[in-house]
């Protein structure tokens, strides 16, 4: 067994393992920082769904560059860590026994499957969605030919690769519990627009129910139809399982490490576990919700990507506060030419959450005047606390803009900011890029909630 | 001359104006609002550039809509004020005495020509650029059968029209007295992209001159052609003067309404004059930078809409705390299939105000993977202090995407945030809206401009 040392040993080298390498590396250009993951070549993970259809087509071109990384000195061994000394600090590979001052956990997430749809997995055309691309090539390869697909899951994976697929001319049809699809980003009035377009662009929504059987009629380990709660059998040749990711935890737990909420690795604000020397980033750490406080489930490469920055900030010394405590859930997507995005909590969560709340709604359009070529309409959705007015969620559709609006809510939100502070901020309006002056929606949404609170 | 008793009297109907009197009919609904204005028929001032060529391509296309101001029973005259009696309160036009209880002064701006030129405005084919339906089509009737266009100015609409008119295969030469275009709003290396792209659209800019003639060689009244301080003579057979805008002030001068610098309505933080019962918003109210605290220039409708909404709250009570103090200079346009954006100061004018600044620089592809259709370079420029960090301005360039991304940076501005609050801002990020989440560039020209900070 090959001895090796280094000062930062990061396992994992997605999104929060990258950041937190490149930016330990420089805060401490002296440091040797090193990179173990499993796989030499590595997906960008959230654009996965794009394989499938027409927009990228093959997942060379969805390959992440490690670039960056390199160039800057940081050490990469493709491996596996198969257990952590902490006490000793030395982390085992099959081949190596590396030594380290600073640990970061960035293990990510796998897709998580019920318990009861578990044994279809060996079934050929059942997928999930991991991020791997030998197992994206197999799932592409098969698909490629098919034309019935059944997605399980109604979430942001579930309808872009819905409609990736409808894209190339299959059939596709979506399960989801929720009654529209996205509803843990969207209320139910956003989510119904996104699921009109979702079924304009041929794509199926079957809500309120879900797969109780995946069904291999010929018993000849090929998948042929699924079972739903409500008795209805659809027919189908693929099966994907779009129902979420859980933490890759084993690892940490293995070592000894505690878990927090919802089986992630617990850390403080600084990403830390209880041992100052060992971190979590990304998927793999517990979460709580910015506004609820309650533990979230959101598992965003943004989010991510911010983690490995506080972390690779704070490894020997706290060099910045953290600008947020907890997790905004800040969302966004394509449905076919609308935009749809999300921050903070909906409307719904926010009363589930028992939060007292009002909501100011404004739909105008994403350029001025409406006579602009391409102009689309734009509607924000404001929820601020009904005592202050301080803003907590928000959710936009329109063009391609939108993107960009929701990160300007996002920092409403993590800002702490209240209607009253939006509603005379200064904006750039501009007739090919931007709603009028007069009415750009994110003031006149929040001037639309103040009216719900000065009743 | 008939008599009119209102409580809320608005002279000047644009951006100002209107929301000036949406806001106060909404805070005071039994109070009998009247805006009396010039013209039956208003253009939307942004958009008249668009009207020139392939975008737009008439002015009955730019016209802003009162629906809703009428939808609210919020009374309009057609009509212009000559005098204003503030101690009793009553002001005048040709057939009208109007009483009022508070008065607003929203009467806006005009084309500026510098005195040497003045003269050859009665020239057939000597125009500037006015808010006004009946003169701008007279300029369109005029120039679209015409090949040869210069346009004196180097500004946002001097290149707008510019570029319209060279949609249409028209020859347009820019001219302008800073080496690029656009250096108001951007630094050079940015304005030279920009100028670089006007130049592939097809129009020349010849920088660092200025006109001393405007030539009718024929002595006809018909132009023929613009001579340059530099010696250069060219000929054309339109000429636009794009040369800035001037407040209209006459009719508050003549009222004994103190001023400003620069000319514009002397005003507090909520619209005041000296007298709480007279306000001014908009364009011919006088204005101050948000960072150097000098007089500002700066016309914006988006401005105007919000101090209109600022006075519409302050009229009888202050119901909200203004949220800021001073004029951000907040820009954005399209050249070509590029978007350029600046709010806040540029390097150069911090660096001319004596602001000691840092730099962070960052460029990287709006979408992720950059295989993604479309994709194209955006680059981001942070302006901090260097003690302290705080953000005093940003320019980006990028897609359309860029039109709401100043926003984010407008804001951020005007909250006072600094770069290691951005550092680990939490953004939503999607492979067909956005940069990737590990390179998202407002974060990365944080940290780039932390280096600059921490040697």
């Known amino acids: 067994m090959e ?78 860590i198969k257990d952590v000394d902490i006490e000793n600090k030395i982390a085992y590979s099959a081949l190596n026994a590396i030594s380290f001052e600073k640990l970061i956990f960035a293990t990510g997430s796998q897709p998580f499957v019920h318990e009861s749809l578990k044994h279809a997995m060996i079934l050929d055309g059942v997928f999930t969605v991991p991020k791997n691309k030998t197992l994206i090539d197999l799932m592409k390869a098969y698909s490629d030919d098919k034309s019935e697909v059944v997605v399980v899951g109604s979430g942001f994976i579930g309808v872009e690769i819905a409609l990736e697929f409808a894209s190339k001319g299959k059939n596709v049809t979506v399960i989801g519990g929720s009654k529209h699809i996205l509803q843990t980003a969207f209320d139910s009035e ?104 309650e533990p979230s489930k959101v598992m965003l490469a943004s989010t991510s990507a911010a ?61 001025h005047p409406a006579t602009i070529p391409g102009a689309q309409k734009q509607q924000v959705k404001l929820i601020a606390m009904r005592h202050g007015g301080q803003i907590i969620g928000g959710q936009v559709v329109g063009g391609v803009e939108t993107g960009e609006m929701i990160n300007l809510l996002g920092f409403i939100i993590e800002s702490h900011f209240d209607i009253y502070r939006v509603m005379s901020m200064q904006v750039a309006t501009q007739p090919m890029l931007t709603a009028a002056p007069t009415n750009y929606p994110v003031v006149m949404a929040a001037i639309m909630a103040t009216k719900q609170i000065e009743k």
Chains 1, 2 share one sequence.
């Open 3 to 80: 001895k090796i040392k280094c000062d930062v040993l990061i396992i994992g080298g997605g999104p929060a393992g990258g950041v937190a390498a490149v930016t330990a590396k420089m805060n401490h250009p002296n440091k040797e920082i090193l990179v173990i993951r499993e796989h030499e070549v590595q997906l960008v993970p959230c654009a996965i769904p794009y394989i499938f259809g027409e927009t990228l087509g093959c997942s060379e071109k969805d390959v992440a560059s490690c670039g960056m990384a390199t160039d800057m000195g940081i050490s990469t061994l493709i491996g596996a």
């Open 307 to 367: 983690e490995g920055r506080v972390a690779g900030s704070s490894l020997y010394d706290i060099k910045y506060m953290k600008g947020f405590s907890g997790t905004i859930a800040i969302f966004s997507t394509m449905i076919g030419e609308r935009a749809f995005s999300s921050a903070g909590v909906t409307e719904d969560q926010a009363k589930i959450a028992g939060i007292d709340v009002v909501v100011g709604t404004f739909t105008g359009m994403n350029r």
């Open 190 to 293: 956003i989510s119904q627009e996104a699921e009109d377009i979702m079924l304009a662009h041929g794509v199926k929504y079957i809500g309120k129910d879900r797969v109780i059987e995946i069904v291999d009629k010929n018993d000849d380990n090929i998948v042929n139809a699924v079972k739903l709660q409500s008795g209805l059998i659809i027919d189908t040749e693929v099966v994907i399982l779009a129902t979420g990711y859980q933490s890759n935890t084993g690892l940490a737990l293995k070592a000894g490490v505690s878990l927090g909420h919802y089986g992630g690795i617990w850390v403080d604000e600084y990403m830390r576990t209880e041992n100052h020397d060992i971190f979590a980033v990304g998927d793999c750490s517990a979460r709580r919700d910015f506004i609820t406080k």
